[in-house]
T-cell receptor, first 114, second 110 residues
Framework: GEQVEQLPSILRVQEGSSASINCTYE??????FPWYKQEPGENPKLIID?????ERKQTQGLIVLLDKKAKRFSLHITDTQPGDSAMYFC?????????????FGAGTQLIVIP | EAAVTQSPRNKVTVTGGNVTLSCRQT?????MYWYRQDTGHGLRLIHY???????QIGDVPDGYKATRTTQEDFFLLLELASPSQTSLYFC?????????FGPGTRLTVL
């Protein structure tokens, strides 16, 4: 199986600053690491992902880092805005496995203070 | 964008009640999933399927049955609902690596 630990559970940041969320995983065979954002009252939506052949990926103010040796990956949100306030989930899976199931972390509630 | 619908959106039942949650996706995705979301636990996988007639057990299956009747339809059944099953339930389907979630069903068991 796989266990994904996610910290912190709650993160408060000032608008314009950066926010970082960290996840660790156990199964060295995991090779796909997506991040989902869930706004209040909404369903989770994929915002960025990284595969094990990369160490860094960036898109629209989001940066994901992957350290395979440490079995750790992280999401960094630069220049946070009130619209970034949401629940964020990391996940891990093994691409190409029969059913591609995701193992989710417990989530981080990000609160951006204006 | 992939469309996943769920019904009902809200449901209240009593302990011992019989509940069926429905999920439909219209994108011919093979893979479908049922999760429950609870504070402090994130999204936990209950059951999943890779096609009509197929069923796989997830991480928290106790008290739940599921059935995939067609490519489009995946049902979650609670035959003897308990208060511990009060939760927000999400269905998802998968295309490639991305999972597309439905809007969720909030279930309350009194």
């Amino acid at each position: 199986g796989e266990q994904v630990e996610q910290l912190p559970s709650i993160l408060r940041v000032q608008e314009g600053s950066s926010a970082s969320i960290n996840c660790t995983y156990e199964n060295s065979a995991s090779n796909y690491f997506p991040w989902y954002k869930q706004e209040p009252g909404e369903n989770p939506k994929l915002i960025i992902d990284i595969r094990s052949n990369m160490e860094r990926k960036q898109t629209q103010g989001l940066i994901v880092l992957l350290d395979k040796k440490a079995k750790r990956f992280s999401l960094h949100i630069t220049d946070t805005q009130p619209g970034d306030s949401a629940m964020y989930f990391c996940a891990a899976s093994k691409r190409g496995s029969a059913l591609g199931r995701l193992h989710f972390g417990a989530g981080t509630q990000l609160i951006v203070i204006p | 964008e992939a469309a996943v619908t769920q019904s009902p959106r809200n449901k209240v039942t009593v302990t011992g009640g019989n509940v069926t949650l429905s999920c439909r996706q219209t994108n011919s995705h093979n893979y479908m999933y049922w999760y429950r979301q609870d504070t402090g636990h994130g999204l936990r996988l209950i059951h999943y399927s890779y096609g009509a007639g197929n069923l796989q057990i997830g991480d928290v299956p106790d008290g739940y049955k599921a059935t995939r009747t067609t490519q489009e339809d995946f049902f979650l059944l609670l035959e003897l609902a308990s208060p511990s099953q009060t939760s927000l339930y999400f269905c998802a389907s998968r295309a490639g690596d991305e999972q597309y979630f439905g809007p969720g069903t909030r279930l309350t068991v009194l």
